[in-house]
């Protein structure tokens, strides 16, 4: 099983960023999918989720309103678009499928 983060990088604050994390190996659309984040220092902290087929999504109080995560399972691949990003998001994000599988982790740094 492998999953690939990307579109991470460096944006000012209010910018946006469309991170996607594609599987391989696993049958991506039998299982929910998460999206996590870490900042320097703290815990790493659930963001988004989304089921297996995309129709129900949650999201953590602080990223509500601003983060959509959506899937396309005839690509093995799931998004998440952040908008009016903020310095507080930064941190390293990470997928995560099913029964336990982590992607590497695509870094968000947004300046102030």
């Known amino acids: 099983v492998q999953l690939v983060e990307s579109g991470g990088g460096l944006v000012e604050a209010g910018g946006s960023l469309r991170l996607s994390c594609v599987a391989s190996?696993?049958?991506?659309?039998?299982?929910?999918v998460r999206w996590f984040r870490q900042a320097p220092g703290k815990e790493r902290e659930l963001v988004a989720t989304i089921t297996s087929a995309g129709r129900i999504t949650n999201y953590a109080n602080s990223v509500k309103g601003r983060f959509t995560i959506s899937r396309d399972n005839f690509k093995n691949t799931v998004y998440l678009q952040m908008n009016s990003l903020k310095p507080e998001d930064t941190a390293v994000y990470y997928c995560?499928?099913?029964?336990?599988?982590w992607g590497q982790g695509t870094q968000v740094t947004v300046s102030s």
């Open positions: 995560f499928v099913g029964p336990g599988y």
């Open positions: 190996g696993i049958k991506f659309s039998d299982y929910h």
